[in-house]
């Protein structure tokens, strides 16, 4: 069992950084896959990053390409994501995700993952 706990969301304008973080109980956090998951109001939840368990592989999605930064400490048990020139469109409650997988992968399938944190919301006004 793996309990995950987010924080750093928050209200900023547009332009401005946020980094989230995610702690993940347990002795074994570097056997899973982490990922960063959004869902805005009214809209799907999508894979904003996802990272595989030695941070040795990664993945954006297009539209954060550039802004956005994924990494993890296995020591810490932390994944964090780190969000700059934010924008109004990534306003959304923010999830993290673990999924078990001692491999070179990362997951980018809601449904792929085990272990969800309980959100956080971010708000960006223009």
């Known amino acids: 069992q793996v309990q995950l706990v987010e924080s750093g969301g928050g209200l900023v304008q547009a332009g401005d950084s946020l980094r989230l973080s995610c702690t993940a109980s347990?002795?074994?956090?570097?056997?899973?896959?982490m990922g960063w998951f959004r869902q805005a109001p009214g809209k799907e939840r999508e894979a904003v990053s996802a990272?595989?368990?030695?941070?040795?592989?990664?993945y954006y999605v297009d539209s954060v390409k550039g802004r956005f930064t994924i990494s993890r400490d296995n020591a810490k048990n932390t994944v964090a994501l780190q969000m700059n020139s934010l924008k109004p469109e990534d306003t959304a409650v923010y999830y993290c995700?673990?999924?078990?997988?001692?491999?070179?992968?990362?997951?980018?399938?809601?449904?792929?993952?085990?272990?969800w944190g309980q959100g956080t919301q971010v708000t960006v006004s223009s």
């Open positions: 990272i595989n368990w030695s941070g040795g592989s990664t």
């Open positions: 347990g002795r074994t956090f570097s056997r899973y896959a």
């Open positions: 995700a673990a999924r078990y997988g001692y491999g070179g992968t990362y997951y980018t399938q809601s449904a792929s993952y085990e272990y």
